[in-house]
Every structure is written in structure tokens, then in C-alpha cells.
């Protein structure tokens, strides 16, 4: 049982080459780039300033890099979970947008309906949604009353995690627009469970140059 009054932070990673190139990530581990890092410094000022409790990441690189620029800031150690990795998305990996498109058209169709889709026979948005949400959750209910638990992760397994959270039914989660690189989302708990406060909060806007696009 979550405390009273806990909040749920979900940050994405900085900027990467492959998000520039809007080339499938996935489960590959791509560091970040110096720009990505500039990112992450800039929003773990932002994010240090909500005095959170607790920090836990994908263990990728470039979540875990961008983590620890908060650890950094608040003293707070990183635990890092595999289960917060982003899409696994297999024969999608490491091709651009066009690419996908071109190779995979009716795939990718199919996916932005909202159907059930193993994009390039990875896993379902609901099998990402089974790995991630639960250890969010099992991490939140360590907080103290009106704590602050910050998730770092990737932009599909965010959405999927957040659609999970509130309720959502899995065709749905495409109506939760993407998180631009460093930007994140506010979960907070209502008198019916998790509410949705903030969304792609962090920076003025920018395009969305990730996964769940």
C-alpha cells in the first residue's frame, strides 16, 4: 500500500544519436550524447528541487546515465531494474522511422490503430506494461507519506506504465502523447487510485524524436 499523498515522477532519458537519426532503440544500449548529458543536467536541477526520496532506472546506458546526474544532485544512491528497459522490438531495432515503414508498413499501421502488434516480433505493449508497472509500484510503496519516487526510463515503457496505472485499456495508451528527450510525467494519487498531473512537463515544447512515436 502506497503512503498518503506520494507522487510518481517518470523521466525520460536524455538525447541519444539514434534519437536524432529516429532510429528504433529499443532494447539496444545506446549511450548518450553531449547534448543528452547538457539535457540531463538541466532537468535533474529542475527535478532536485521536488526533493524526491528515491531514484530507480533502467539499467541501459542512457537511463542510467541520465539518473545519475539527479543521484549526483540529491545524494540518493540509483537502484537499477532491467524490468524498466524500454520495447524490446526485435527485427525494428536499430532501423529509422522510414525504414520501419517501408519494411514493416501494415506492422506499423496495425500498431498505431492500437491493435495488438509484436512489432518486429518483440513484445506487446501490454507485456512491457506487465514488466515495468509492478516494480514502479513496489518501489512507490516504499515511500514515506507525500513522497516522491522518480522512475527513470524510456518513452514507450513510460507510456505503457502510466496507461497501467491509471486504468487505461491498452488500446487507449496511443492517446498519452509521446515524452520529448528529459521530460517527464507526475502521477499522483486521487480518491480512485493514480491521476495523471503533469505530462511531457520540463522544457517548452519539442518534438518527440523516440520509440512510441
Keep these: 500500500m502506497t503512503s498518503p499523498g506520494c507522487r510518481i515522477i517518470l523521466w525520460r532519458h536524455g538525447q541519444t544519436a539514434w534519437n536524432l537519426e529516429r532510429r528504433f532503440q529499443g532494447s539496444t544500449d545506446i549511450e548518450l550524447t553531449d547534448t543528452g548529458v547538457a539535457q540531463a543536467r538541466r532537468a535533474a536541477r529542475l527535478l532536485a528541487s521536488l526533493k524526491p526520496d528515491a531514484i530507480v532506472a533502467s539499467d541501459l546506458k542512457r537511463a542510467a546515465a ?85 522512475v527513470v526510463s524510456h ?14 485499456e491498452s488500446h487507449h495508451w496511443e492517446g498519452l502523447g509521446g515524452l520529448s528527450n528529459c521530460c517527464w510525467s507526475v502521477l499522483g494519487q486521487g480518491a480512485r487510485g493514480w491521476r495523471l498531473l503533469e505530462h511531457n512537463a520540463g522544457t517548452l515544447p519539442e518534438p518527440v524524436l523516440g520509440d512510441d512515436d
Design 155 to 168: 518513452g514507450g515503457t513510460i507510456r505503457t506504465t502510466i496507461g497501467r496505472l491509471l486504468g487505461l
Design 66 to 150: 541520465t539518473a545519475n546526474e539527479l543521484a549526483a544532485l540529491t545524494g540518493l544512491a540509483v537502484t537499477h531494474e532491467q524490468g524498466l528497459q524500454e520495447t524490446y522490438a526485435g527485427e525494428w531495432q536499430g532501423l529509422t522511422h522510414d525504414e520501419i515503414i517501408a519494411r514493416f508498413g501494415d506492422q506499423y499501421a496495425a500498431w498505431k490503430r492500437g491493435e495488438s502488434v509484436r512489432r518486429g516480433g518483440g513484445e506487446l505493449e501490454t507485456e512491457v506494461a506487465d514488466r515495468a508497472a509492478p516494480i514502479v509500484l513496489r518501489h512507490a510503496e516504499k515511500l514515506p507519506e507525500n513522497g516522491t519516487l522518480v
